[in-house]
Protein backbone atom coordinates (compact mmCIF):
# COMPACT_ATOMS: atom_id res chain seq x y z
CA UNK A 1 0.00 0.00 0.00
CA UNK A 2 1.11 3.31 -0.81
CA UNK A 3 1.75 6.08 1.62
CA UNK A 4 -1.22 8.15 -0.60
CA UNK A 5 -3.90 5.10 -0.27
CA UNK A 6 -2.10 5.03 3.69
CA UNK A 7 -3.10 8.63 4.46
CA UNK A 8 -6.54 8.57 2.35
CA UNK A 9 -7.39 5.29 4.34
CA UNK A 10 -6.81 6.65 7.62
CA UNK A 11 -8.95 10.01 7.07
CA UNK A 12 -11.51 9.69 4.42
CA UNK A 13 -14.08 7.91 7.40
CA UNK A 14 -13.68 11.79 9.60
CA UNK A 15 -13.08 13.66 6.61
CA UNK A 16 -16.89 12.27 5.46
CA UNK A 17 -18.10 12.90 9.02
CA UNK A 18 -16.94 17.05 8.63
CA UNK A 19 -17.50 17.52 5.87
CA UNK A 20 -21.23 16.16 5.70
CA UNK A 21 -21.17 18.20 8.74
CA UNK A 22 -20.25 21.33 7.33
CA UNK A 23 -20.96 21.41 4.16
CA UNK A 24 -24.58 20.17 4.91
CA UNK A 25 -26.98 21.33 2.10
CA UNK A 26 -30.65 22.15 2.66
CA UNK A 27 -33.10 22.80 -0.18
CA UNK A 28 -34.28 26.24 -1.42
CA UNK A 29 -36.19 26.90 -4.45
CA UNK A 30 -35.19 23.68 -6.39
CA UNK A 31 -31.28 23.86 -5.64
CA UNK A 32 -29.61 22.48 -2.39
CA UNK A 33 -27.81 25.28 -0.11
CA UNK A 34 -24.91 24.60 2.00
CA UNK A 35 -25.56 25.88 5.51
CA UNK A 36 -21.80 27.24 6.07
CA UNK A 37 -22.11 29.16 2.64
CA UNK A 38 -25.50 30.70 4.45
CA UNK A 39 -24.13 31.45 7.67
CA UNK A 40 -21.13 33.32 5.60
CA UNK A 41 -23.35 35.08 3.66
CA UNK A 42 -25.71 36.01 6.50
CA UNK A 43 -23.06 37.63 8.28
CA UNK A 44 -21.93 39.99 5.59
CA UNK A 45 -25.68 40.94 5.18
CA UNK A 46 -25.67 41.79 8.46
CA UNK A 47 -22.42 43.89 8.99
CA UNK A 48 -23.13 45.65 5.74
CA UNK A 49 -26.37 47.04 7.07
CA UNK A 50 -25.75 47.00 10.62
CA UNK A 51 -22.57 49.74 10.35
CA UNK A 52 -24.33 51.14 7.52
CA UNK A 53 -22.80 50.33 4.47
CA UNK A 54 -19.43 50.44 5.60
CA UNK A 55 -17.88 48.92 2.96
CA UNK A 56 -19.04 51.20 0.29
CA UNK A 57 -18.71 54.79 2.73
CA UNK A 58 -15.67 53.96 4.30
CA UNK A 59 -13.68 52.80 1.19
CA UNK A 60 -12.13 56.22 0.53
CA UNK A 61 -10.63 56.41 3.79
CA UNK A 62 -9.32 52.94 3.71
CA UNK A 63 -7.27 53.88 0.82
CA UNK A 64 -5.86 56.65 2.88
CA UNK A 65 -4.89 54.72 5.38
CA UNK A 66 -3.38 51.59 3.25
CA UNK A 67 -1.54 54.66 1.64
CA UNK A 68 0.36 55.49 4.73
CA UNK A 69 -1.53 58.46 5.60
CA UNK A 70 -2.06 58.56 9.28
CA UNK A 71 0.67 55.78 9.82
CA UNK A 72 2.80 56.33 12.89
CA UNK A 73 5.68 53.63 14.13
CA UNK A 74 5.67 54.76 17.46
CA UNK A 75 1.82 53.45 18.15
CA UNK A 76 1.80 49.75 19.36
CA UNK A 77 2.37 46.65 16.43
CA UNK A 78 5.08 45.61 14.16
CA UNK A 79 3.89 46.37 10.86
CA UNK A 80 2.58 49.30 8.75
CA UNK A 81 -1.04 49.04 7.76
CA UNK A 82 0.13 48.26 4.19
CA UNK A 83 2.31 45.64 4.69
CA UNK A 84 -1.02 43.61 7.17
CA UNK A 85 -3.27 44.03 4.37
CA UNK A 86 -0.71 42.93 2.00
CA UNK A 87 0.10 39.54 4.10
CA UNK A 88 -3.76 39.21 4.51
CA UNK A 89 -4.35 39.48 1.05
CA UNK A 90 -1.38 36.88 0.61
CA UNK A 91 -3.37 34.91 2.45
CA UNK A 92 -6.84 34.71 0.73
CA UNK A 93 -4.78 35.60 -3.26
CA UNK A 94 -4.17 31.86 -4.25
CA UNK A 95 -4.90 28.82 -6.59
CA UNK A 96 -8.88 29.57 -5.91
CA UNK A 97 -8.66 32.88 -8.16
CA UNK A 98 -7.41 30.94 -10.80
CA UNK A 99 -8.92 27.85 -10.79
CA UNK A 100 -11.83 28.29 -8.46
CA UNK A 101 -13.12 31.08 -10.81
CA UNK A 102 -13.59 28.49 -13.47
CA UNK A 103 -15.11 26.30 -11.68
CA UNK A 104 -17.76 28.36 -10.62
CA UNK A 105 -18.63 29.56 -14.48
CA UNK A 106 -18.07 25.90 -15.61
CA UNK A 107 -21.25 25.37 -13.27
CA UNK A 108 -23.26 28.21 -13.00
CA UNK A 109 -22.56 30.21 -16.24
CA UNK A 110 -21.32 34.03 -16.41
CA UNK A 111 -24.10 34.56 -14.12
CA UNK A 112 -21.96 33.47 -11.38
CA UNK A 113 -19.58 36.25 -11.41
CA UNK A 114 -22.22 38.85 -10.68
CA UNK A 115 -22.94 37.14 -7.52
CA UNK A 116 -19.05 36.35 -7.01
CA UNK A 117 -18.28 40.44 -7.20
CA UNK A 118 -21.72 40.83 -5.00
CA UNK A 119 -20.58 38.41 -2.24
CA UNK A 120 -17.53 40.06 -2.38
CA UNK A 121 -18.83 43.44 -1.11
CA UNK A 122 -20.50 41.67 1.64
CA UNK A 123 -17.73 40.32 2.30
CA UNK A 124 -15.96 43.59 2.86
CA UNK A 125 -18.02 44.66 6.04
CA UNK A 126 -17.15 41.14 7.46
CA UNK A 127 -13.77 41.74 7.61
CA UNK A 128 -14.06 44.89 8.91
CA UNK A 129 -15.58 43.70 11.69
CA UNK A 130 -13.36 40.61 12.31
CA UNK A 131 -10.25 43.38 12.09
CA UNK A 132 -11.29 46.05 14.16
CA UNK A 133 -12.59 43.60 16.85
CA UNK A 134 -8.94 41.37 16.62
CA UNK A 135 -7.06 45.02 17.13
CA UNK A 136 -9.32 46.27 19.98
CA UNK A 137 -9.00 42.89 21.76
CA UNK A 138 -4.84 42.42 20.82
CA UNK A 139 -2.09 41.22 23.13
CA UNK A 140 0.58 42.84 23.28
CA UNK A 141 3.57 41.12 24.92
CA UNK A 142 6.79 42.80 26.69
CA UNK A 143 9.18 42.26 24.27
CA UNK A 144 6.29 44.66 21.61
CA UNK A 145 5.05 41.64 19.35
CA UNK A 146 1.21 41.25 19.46
CA UNK A 147 -0.83 38.66 19.29
CA UNK A 148 -4.54 38.76 17.95
CA UNK A 149 -7.38 36.96 16.18
CA UNK A 150 -10.65 35.98 16.48
CA UNK A 151 -9.69 33.54 19.35
CA UNK A 152 -8.52 36.47 21.29
CA UNK A 153 -11.75 38.77 20.84
CA UNK A 154 -13.63 35.80 21.27
CA UNK A 155 -11.52 35.35 25.13
CA UNK A 156 -11.48 38.93 26.18
CA UNK A 157 -14.44 40.49 24.35
CA UNK A 158 -17.03 37.97 24.87
CA UNK A 159 -15.67 38.55 28.65
CA UNK A 160 -16.99 42.06 29.19
CA UNK A 161 -20.48 40.76 27.53
CA UNK A 162 -20.36 38.46 30.32
CA UNK A 163 -19.87 35.57 28.91
CA UNK A 164 -16.29 34.89 29.89
CA UNK A 165 -17.04 30.42 29.67
CA UNK A 166 -18.76 30.49 26.16
CA UNK A 167 -15.77 32.96 25.03
CA UNK A 168 -12.76 30.44 26.47
CA UNK A 169 -14.53 27.52 24.94
CA UNK A 170 -14.86 29.49 21.72
CA UNK A 171 -11.30 30.95 21.36
CA UNK A 172 -9.92 27.09 22.37
CA UNK A 173 -11.82 25.44 19.55
CA UNK A 174 -10.90 28.17 17.29
CA UNK A 175 -7.39 28.12 17.56
CA UNK A 176 -6.89 24.15 17.38
CA UNK A 177 -9.39 24.39 14.18
CA UNK A 178 -6.94 27.16 12.68
CA UNK A 179 -3.49 24.78 13.98
CA UNK A 180 -5.16 21.81 12.07
CA UNK A 181 -6.25 23.25 8.93
CA UNK A 182 -3.38 25.45 8.17
CA UNK A 183 -1.60 22.58 7.71
CA UNK A 184 -3.68 21.43 5.08
CA UNK A 185 -5.68 24.10 3.14
CA UNK A 186 -2.66 26.88 3.97
CA UNK A 187 0.19 24.45 3.33
CA UNK A 188 -0.24 20.61 1.46
CA UNK A 189 -2.78 21.92 -1.19
CA UNK A 190 -0.48 25.21 -1.80
CA UNK A 191 2.64 22.92 -2.85
CA UNK A 192 0.60 20.29 -4.32
CA UNK A 193 -0.74 22.56 -7.05
CA UNK A 194 2.45 24.82 -7.20
CA UNK A 195 4.37 21.78 -7.58
CA UNK A 196 1.93 20.74 -10.36
CA UNK A 197 2.00 23.92 -12.07
CA UNK A 198 6.11 23.79 -12.42
CA UNK A 199 5.64 20.00 -13.27
CA UNK A 200 3.29 21.15 -16.20
CA UNK A 201 5.60 24.08 -17.44
CA UNK A 202 8.53 21.73 -17.38
CA UNK A 203 7.31 19.39 -19.47
CA UNK A 204 4.71 17.40 -18.20
CA UNK A 205 4.86 13.74 -18.22
CA UNK A 206 8.07 14.51 -19.32
CA UNK A 207 9.36 16.51 -17.01
CA UNK A 208 12.18 15.57 -14.96
CA UNK A 209 10.17 16.56 -11.65
CA UNK A 210 7.56 14.30 -12.93
CA UNK A 211 8.42 11.66 -10.00
CA UNK A 212 10.58 13.95 -8.40
CA UNK A 213 7.72 16.29 -7.41
CA UNK A 214 9.34 15.96 -3.36
CA UNK A 215 12.86 18.13 -4.83
CA UNK A 216 10.21 20.95 -5.89
CA UNK A 217 8.92 20.29 -2.43
CA UNK A 218 12.28 20.40 -0.57
CA UNK A 219 12.78 24.05 -2.75
CA UNK A 220 9.60 25.28 -1.78
CA UNK A 221 9.96 23.99 2.08
CA UNK A 222 13.19 25.87 2.89
CA UNK A 223 12.26 29.19 0.55
CA UNK A 224 9.44 29.56 2.93
CA UNK A 225 11.38 28.60 6.28
CA UNK A 226 14.46 31.15 4.53
CA UNK A 227 10.90 33.56 5.34
CA UNK A 228 9.11 32.86 8.53
CA UNK A 229 11.95 32.21 10.36
CA UNK A 230 11.85 36.12 11.03
CA UNK A 231 8.25 36.17 12.22
CA UNK A 232 5.52 38.39 11.11
CA UNK A 233 8.03 41.43 10.49
CA UNK A 234 9.63 38.92 7.69
CA UNK A 235 6.52 37.99 6.64
CA UNK A 236 5.54 41.19 6.25
CA UNK A 237 8.80 42.25 4.19
CA UNK A 238 8.59 39.43 1.66
CA UNK A 239 4.25 40.36 1.10
CA UNK A 240 4.81 43.74 0.92
CA UNK A 241 6.63 43.37 -2.34
CA UNK A 242 5.66 40.06 -3.91
CA UNK A 243 1.46 40.91 -3.63
CA UNK A 244 1.92 44.26 -5.55
CA UNK A 245 4.20 42.00 -8.02
CA UNK A 246 2.19 38.74 -8.75
CA UNK A 247 -1.33 40.85 -8.62
CA UNK A 248 0.04 43.18 -11.17
CA UNK A 249 1.56 40.74 -13.43
CA UNK A 250 -1.88 38.95 -13.43
CA UNK A 251 -4.38 41.75 -13.83
CA UNK A 252 -2.28 43.47 -16.63
CA UNK A 253 -2.32 40.09 -18.58
CA UNK A 254 -5.88 39.74 -17.99
CA UNK A 255 -6.07 43.27 -18.98
CA UNK A 256 -3.88 42.66 -22.26
CA UNK A 257 -6.07 40.02 -23.08
CA UNK A 258 -9.15 42.04 -22.68
CA UNK A 259 -7.80 44.53 -24.51
CA UNK A 260 -7.11 42.49 -27.35
CA UNK A 261 -10.80 40.65 -27.27
CA UNK A 262 -12.45 44.56 -26.61
CA UNK A 263 -15.28 43.60 -29.28
CA UNK A 264 -16.76 40.82 -27.14
CA UNK A 265 -16.03 42.61 -23.78
CA UNK A 266 -19.78 44.24 -24.31
CA UNK A 267 -21.73 40.74 -25.05
CA UNK A 268 -19.14 39.14 -22.10
CA UNK A 269 -21.15 41.97 -19.34
CA UNK A 270 -24.15 41.35 -20.65
CA UNK A 271 -23.48 37.55 -20.25
CA UNK A 272 -22.74 38.21 -16.94
CA UNK A 273 -25.99 40.68 -16.41
CA UNK A 274 -28.53 38.24 -17.47
CA UNK A 275 -27.21 34.83 -16.69
CA UNK A 276 -27.35 36.31 -12.61
CA UNK A 277 -30.92 36.48 -13.06
CA UNK A 278 -31.94 33.89 -15.38
CA UNK A 279 -34.45 31.02 -14.43
CA UNK A 280 -32.87 28.73 -16.98
CA UNK A 281 -28.91 29.40 -15.89
CA UNK A 282 -28.55 26.07 -14.18
CA UNK A 283 -30.48 23.68 -12.17
CA UNK A 284 -32.48 25.80 -9.38
CA UNK A 285 -32.26 28.71 -11.81
CA UNK A 286 -31.13 31.78 -10.51
CA UNK A 287 -31.33 30.46 -7.16
CA UNK A 288 -28.49 27.72 -8.27
CA UNK A 289 -26.53 30.65 -9.84
CA UNK A 290 -26.37 32.80 -6.76
CA UNK A 291 -25.22 30.13 -4.58
CA UNK A 292 -22.62 28.46 -6.67
CA UNK A 293 -21.45 32.69 -7.18
CA UNK A 294 -21.40 33.01 -3.33
CA UNK A 295 -20.03 29.61 -2.80
CA UNK A 296 -16.92 30.71 -4.54
CA UNK A 297 -16.63 34.01 -2.94
CA UNK A 298 -16.51 33.41 0.22
CA UNK A 299 -14.34 30.39 -0.29
CA UNK A 300 -11.96 32.76 -1.55
CA UNK A 301 -12.02 35.89 -0.23
CA UNK A 302 -12.31 34.15 3.64
CA UNK A 303 -14.57 36.80 5.26
CA UNK A 304 -16.10 35.08 8.05
CA UNK A 305 -13.49 32.76 8.82
CA UNK A 306 -10.89 35.28 10.76
CA UNK A 307 -8.18 34.27 9.38
CA UNK A 308 -6.71 37.52 7.92
CA UNK A 309 -7.18 38.99 11.10
CA UNK A 310 -4.69 37.46 13.02
CA UNK A 311 -2.76 39.50 10.26
CA UNK A 312 -4.10 42.70 10.45
CA UNK A 313 -3.38 42.31 14.61
CA UNK A 314 0.20 43.08 14.03
CA UNK A 315 -0.46 46.61 13.01
CA UNK A 316 0.95 49.85 13.94
CA UNK A 317 -2.05 51.72 15.30
CA UNK A 318 -3.84 52.23 18.65
CA UNK A 319 -7.30 53.25 16.78
CA UNK A 320 -8.76 49.53 16.38
CA UNK A 321 -11.19 51.06 13.57
CA UNK A 322 -8.26 51.99 11.21
CA UNK A 323 -7.26 48.50 10.22
CA UNK A 324 -10.78 47.60 10.00
CA UNK A 325 -11.30 49.88 7.23
CA UNK A 326 -7.64 49.04 5.49
CA UNK A 327 -9.01 45.23 5.76
CA UNK A 328 -11.98 45.82 4.04
CA UNK A 329 -9.54 46.30 0.63
CA UNK A 330 -9.05 42.69 0.96
CA UNK A 331 -12.33 41.09 -0.79
CA UNK A 332 -12.28 44.02 -3.18
CA UNK A 333 -8.79 42.91 -4.30
CA UNK A 334 -9.22 39.36 -4.02
CA UNK A 335 -12.83 38.61 -5.44
CA UNK A 336 -13.83 41.95 -6.77
CA UNK A 337 -10.79 42.65 -9.11
CA UNK A 338 -8.84 39.23 -9.62
CA UNK A 339 -11.75 37.32 -9.55
CA UNK A 340 -14.09 39.05 -11.95
CA UNK A 341 -10.89 39.52 -14.56
CA UNK A 342 -10.15 35.96 -14.13
CA UNK A 343 -14.26 35.62 -15.14
CA UNK A 344 -13.96 38.05 -17.74
CA UNK A 345 -10.88 36.43 -19.52
CA UNK A 346 -12.33 33.23 -19.35
CA UNK A 347 -16.33 34.67 -20.94
CA UNK A 348 -14.81 36.57 -23.82
CA UNK A 349 -12.47 33.75 -24.66
CA UNK A 350 -13.62 29.64 -24.68
CA UNK A 351 -16.16 29.95 -22.35
CA UNK A 352 -19.23 27.76 -24.18
CA UNK A 353 -22.50 26.31 -22.21
CA UNK A 354 -21.33 22.55 -22.41
CA UNK A 355 -18.69 22.78 -20.46
CA UNK A 356 -20.50 22.40 -17.37
CA UNK A 357 -20.52 18.53 -19.34
CA UNK A 358 -17.50 18.39 -20.93
CA UNK A 359 -15.28 17.57 -17.86
CA UNK A 360 -12.97 20.62 -18.26
CA UNK A 361 -12.38 23.34 -15.37
CA UNK A 362 -10.78 24.72 -12.90
CA UNK A 363 -6.93 25.87 -13.75
CA UNK A 364 -7.56 24.03 -16.90
CA UNK A 365 -10.12 26.03 -18.12
CA UNK A 366 -8.58 29.15 -17.13
CA UNK A 367 -5.13 28.34 -18.55
CA UNK A 368 -6.98 27.74 -22.06
CA UNK A 369 -8.50 30.90 -21.83
CA UNK A 370 -5.28 33.28 -21.56
CA UNK A 371 -3.55 30.58 -23.91
CA UNK A 372 -6.41 30.96 -26.87
CA UNK A 373 -5.40 35.15 -27.11
CA UNK A 374 -1.64 34.71 -26.29
CA UNK A 375 -0.16 31.54 -26.81
CA UNK A 376 2.61 32.30 -24.43
CA UNK A 377 0.32 33.86 -21.61
CA UNK A 378 0.38 30.53 -19.66
CA UNK A 379 4.00 31.89 -18.49
CA UNK A 380 3.29 34.49 -16.62
CA UNK A 381 0.24 32.52 -15.46
CA UNK A 382 2.04 30.27 -14.53
CA UNK A 383 4.79 32.08 -12.30
CA UNK A 384 1.46 34.40 -10.57
CA UNK A 385 0.41 31.42 -9.85
CA UNK A 386 3.33 29.49 -8.24
CA UNK A 387 3.77 32.94 -6.52
CA UNK A 388 -0.09 33.16 -5.37
CA UNK A 389 0.75 29.38 -3.76
CA UNK A 390 3.87 30.25 -2.19
CA UNK A 391 2.25 33.63 -0.60
CA UNK A 392 -0.51 31.78 1.21
CA UNK A 393 1.89 29.40 2.34
CA UNK A 394 4.05 32.49 4.48
CA UNK A 395 0.85 33.95 5.75
CA UNK A 396 -1.19 30.25 6.75
CA UNK A 397 2.47 29.48 8.61
CA UNK A 398 1.83 32.64 10.94
CA UNK A 399 -2.05 32.21 11.45
CA UNK A 400 -1.21 28.40 12.49
CA UNK A 401 1.81 29.72 14.75
CA UNK A 402 -0.64 32.88 16.12
CA UNK A 403 -3.26 29.87 17.74
CA UNK A 404 -1.29 27.38 18.58
CA UNK A 405 0.55 30.06 21.11
CA UNK A 406 -2.89 30.91 21.74
CA UNK A 407 -3.44 27.55 23.27
CA UNK A 408 0.19 26.96 24.60
CA UNK A 409 1.53 30.16 25.30
CA UNK A 410 4.38 31.66 24.13
CA UNK A 411 7.33 29.60 23.94
CA UNK A 412 10.40 29.32 21.72
CA UNK A 413 11.19 25.72 21.54
CA UNK A 414 7.16 25.52 20.36
CA UNK A 415 7.46 27.78 17.88
CA UNK A 416 10.54 26.15 16.40
CA UNK A 417 9.05 22.82 16.54
CA UNK A 418 6.34 24.23 14.68
CA UNK A 419 7.64 25.93 11.72
CA UNK A 420 10.00 22.65 11.42
CA UNK A 421 6.94 20.43 11.14
CA UNK A 422 4.98 23.42 8.64
CA UNK A 423 8.03 23.27 5.87
CA UNK A 424 7.68 19.02 6.57
CA UNK A 425 4.17 19.22 5.48
CA UNK A 426 5.26 21.55 2.59
CA UNK A 427 7.70 18.99 0.94
CA UNK A 428 4.90 16.01 1.62
CA UNK A 429 1.53 17.94 0.40
CA UNK A 430 3.93 18.00 -3.06
CA UNK A 431 4.79 14.92 -3.65
CA UNK A 432 0.95 13.11 -2.59
CA UNK A 433 -2.27 12.74 -3.89
CA UNK A 434 -4.16 14.66 -0.88
CA UNK A 435 -7.47 13.11 -1.33
CA UNK A 436 -9.05 12.94 2.22
CA UNK A 437 -6.52 14.42 3.91
CA UNK A 438 -7.62 17.75 2.23
CA UNK A 439 -10.87 17.56 2.41
CA UNK A 440 -10.65 17.29 6.48
CA UNK A 441 -8.65 20.59 6.78
CA UNK A 442 -10.91 22.39 3.81
CA UNK A 443 -14.04 21.23 6.48
CA UNK A 444 -12.38 22.15 9.44
CA UNK A 445 -11.13 25.27 8.25
CA UNK A 446 -15.19 26.45 7.67
CA UNK A 447 -15.87 25.12 10.76
CA UNK A 448 -14.03 28.20 12.13
CA UNK A 449 -16.97 30.40 10.70
CA UNK A 450 -19.69 29.33 13.24
CA UNK A 451 -17.65 30.39 16.56
CA UNK A 452 -15.58 33.48 14.43
CA UNK A 453 -19.41 35.24 13.31
CA UNK A 454 -21.41 33.63 16.70
CA UNK A 455 -18.86 35.96 18.44
CA UNK A 456 -18.85 39.10 16.38
CA UNK A 457 -22.58 38.86 16.29
CA UNK A 458 -22.16 39.25 20.35
CA UNK A 459 -19.91 41.85 20.15
CA UNK A 460 -21.74 43.81 17.65
CA UNK A 461 -22.99 46.19 20.45
CA UNK A 462 -19.39 47.04 21.22
CA UNK A 463 -18.01 47.00 17.19
CA UNK A 464 -20.62 50.13 16.29
CA UNK A 465 -19.34 52.04 19.54
CA UNK A 466 -15.91 51.66 18.22
CA UNK A 467 -17.17 52.74 14.77
CA UNK A 468 -18.34 56.08 16.18
CA UNK A 469 -16.31 57.18 18.82
CA UNK A 470 -13.32 56.77 15.91
CA UNK A 471 -15.10 58.52 13.52
CA UNK A 472 -15.83 61.62 16.34
CA UNK A 473 -11.98 61.32 16.91
CA UNK A 474 -11.70 61.46 13.03
CA UNK A 475 -13.80 64.48 12.68
CA UNK A 476 -11.76 66.29 14.82
CA UNK A 477 -8.44 65.39 13.77
Request: aromatic share 10%; net charge neutral.
Amino acid sequence: MSIDELIDGAMRPLADVVSQFIFYAVPVAGTRVPLVVAWLIAGGVFFTLYLGFINLRGFRHALQLAGGRYTDPSQPGEVTPFQALATAVSGTVGIGNIAGVAVAISLGGPGATMWMIIAGLLGMSTKFAECTMSVKFRHTHQDGSVSGGPMYYLLHGLKLRRLPRLGRWLGMFYAASMVLGCLGIGNMFQSNQAAAILIDVTGGSASFFQDRAWVLGLVMAVTVALVIIGGIRSIARVTSKLVPFMAVLYVLTALLILTMNFERLPAAIVQIWQGAFSAESVGGGFIGVMIIGFRRAVFSNEAGLGSAAIAHSAVQTDEPSTEGFVSLLEPFIDTVIICTMTALVIVTTVYDPALADSGVNGIELTTSAFASTLSWSPLPLSIAAVLFAFSTMLSWSYYGLKSLTYLTGENQLVEAAYKLIFCAFVVLGSSVQLGALIDLSDAIIYVVAIPNLLGLYLLAPTLRAEVLSYRERLRRY
